[in-house]
């Protein structure tokens, strides 16, 4: 059998803070085993976990890898509104007049991540 991703990991200054973050991006919640100040912090998904590592040094260049999300109920603008107010920053914004595209977000510690059209939006073009 081969295997499977249980988690992606993301080194990070504030482990909880940040999975606060990711946790009401992706509407679930932090591991019940997780506290503030713990060195580490869990975020289980339907479509698989982010973990969050606490480190000690800063992030300094571009993340090598990403997450992409797609909305499921709103719209990418919705969504990228939605994010903003969570407190994402806008980092590059790839959107296009004919509505293809996608927005670069980065999260509170600066790491990209990427909002897509919806399926209800790749589906009406």
Request: with cysteine; aromatic share 6%; charged share 30%.
């Amino acid at each position: 059998m081969s295997s499977l991703v249980r988690h992606v990991t993301i080194d990070c200054s504030d482990a909880y803070a940040l999975a606060g973050f990711w946790a009401q991006v992706l509407d679930s919640k932090i591991s019940d085993d997780d506290r503030p100040g713990d060195p580490e912090a869990l975020v289980d998904t339907p479509g698989g976990g982010l973990l969050f590592i606490q480190v000690p040094e800063k992030k300094s260049v571009k993340n090598r890898i990403h997450l992409d999300l797609q909305p499921q109920d709103r719209t990418r603008d919705e969504e990228v509104e939605r994010l903003l107010a969570l407190g994402a920053t806008l980092f590059d914004d790839q959107r296009r007049p004919d509505g293809t595209g996608w927005v670069v977000l980065t999260d509170p510690e600066g790491n990209e991540f990427c909002v897509e059209r919806s399926k209800a939006e790749r589906e009406a073009a």
